[in-house]
């Protein structure tokens, strides 16, 4: 059971990612279910809820999850400078790891340092030439 453990440790990484992804998603349908039991409360009073309390629940619930898992905050551009800068160093830094030959794996981080040079170079022409809202 141990070296399973010492042969998968990684797995931890996407195990940590879908278990983050889901109480975000847990927390988003809480709130958008008490803003319904809001709007409830307002129509057995007969009252008209208010214009901001409709509009949230316009929103879909994983919108605020989305927008902060893909980029800034805000969604825009920031995002994408920010992931441009990540994969760049990443990639030089796996480029460095296949020159120096690290742990004789050379040949596994000149891939790993391709692949992130084409993420960043998709990020790139995305920055350049995407449709960004205002930031």
Excluded: C
Excluded at 18 to 29: D, E, H, K, P, T
Excluded at 34 to 53: D, F, N, S
Excluded at 63 to 79: D, I
């Amino acid at each position: 059971m141990e070296d399973l453990f010492r042969s998968y440790w990684w797995l931890l990484f996407p195990l940590a990612w879908f278990v983050s992804i889901g109480f975000s998603s847990l927390l988003n349908y809480r709130r958008q279910r008490a803003t319904l039991k809001l709007i409830e409360t307002y129509a057995q009073k007969g009252e008209q809820p208010p214009e901001a309390l409709l509009r949230v629940l316009e929103r879909p619930i994983d919108a605020e999850t989305e927008s902060r898992a893909y980029g800034s905050p805000s969604g825009g551009r920031n995002g994408s400078l920010f992931s441009l800068v990540l994969f760049t160093i990443l990639a030089a830094g796996f480029g460095y790891a296949s020159w120096a030959d690290i742990y004789g794996a050379g040949d596994a981080f000149l891939i790993v340092a391709l692949v992130m040079g084409a993420v960043a170079a998709a990020t790139g022409v995305t920055l350049i030439f995407g449709k960004h809202p205002k930031d």
